[in-house]
């Protein structure tokens, strides 16, 4: 099940959590800047479960992370929900972008801004063996990831976009 080409991420199946993550050092830390968390995702439970996290295990605090909860896309640090976005529907491929921009951080669900702007002047932080996608936990995130970019130090969207209409390919950011 892919939204553009032959392949895409399939977390959450079975008994077992399976899950895509970095292995070693840690990834590049978001710190004070801009910055644009996006991928296509379809999910097939709304229960809650993270896709993208750059928690370490057990811990809260400065570390973006963007989950879906009672059919709700909602980006999430520091201990509380900072963004939740308007109810979806399962099965259905939906835009999901993060973007910080001059320290506002918006979510956009298929290049629409939903929910409130966060005022966020963050230092934030990524532990050892993170970002992953999907959830290391049995009952992690039920679906499928593609598409996914991770651009620091840019904000690629500040408004509403039509989001990309066929696979990125390997470019180089910009």
Do not use: C
Request: net charge positive.
């Amino acid at each position: 099940n892919t939204k553009f080409g032959t392949g895409s991420i399939r977390t959450g199946i079975g008994d077992t959590a399976q899950y895509l993550g970095v292995k070693g050092d840690s990834f590049p830390a978001f710190g004070t800047g801009d910055f644009t968390i996006e991928a296509f995702v379809k999910y097939n439970d709304g229960t809650s479960s993270n896709f993208y996290d750059t928690r370490p295990a057990g811990v809260q605090g400065l570390y973006p992370s963007v989950y879906v909860n009672s059919n709700k896309f909602k980006y999430y640090t520091n201990s509380a929900d900072r963004i939740t976005g308007e109810t979806k529907t399962i099965n259905r491929w939906y835009h999901v972008a993060v973007v910080r921009y001059n320290s506002e951080t918006k979510l956009y669900v298929d290049g629409r801004q939903e929910g409130a702007t966060y005022a966020d002047t963050n230092n934030y932080l990524t532990a050892t063996d993170r970002p992953i996608l999907g959830n290391r936990n049995t009952t992690g995130f039920d679906g499928f990831v593609d598409e996914m970019r991770i651009t620091l130090g840019q904000a690629r969207y500040t408004a509403n976009f039509t989001p990309m209409t066929a696979a990125s390919g390997n470019k180089s950011p910009g």
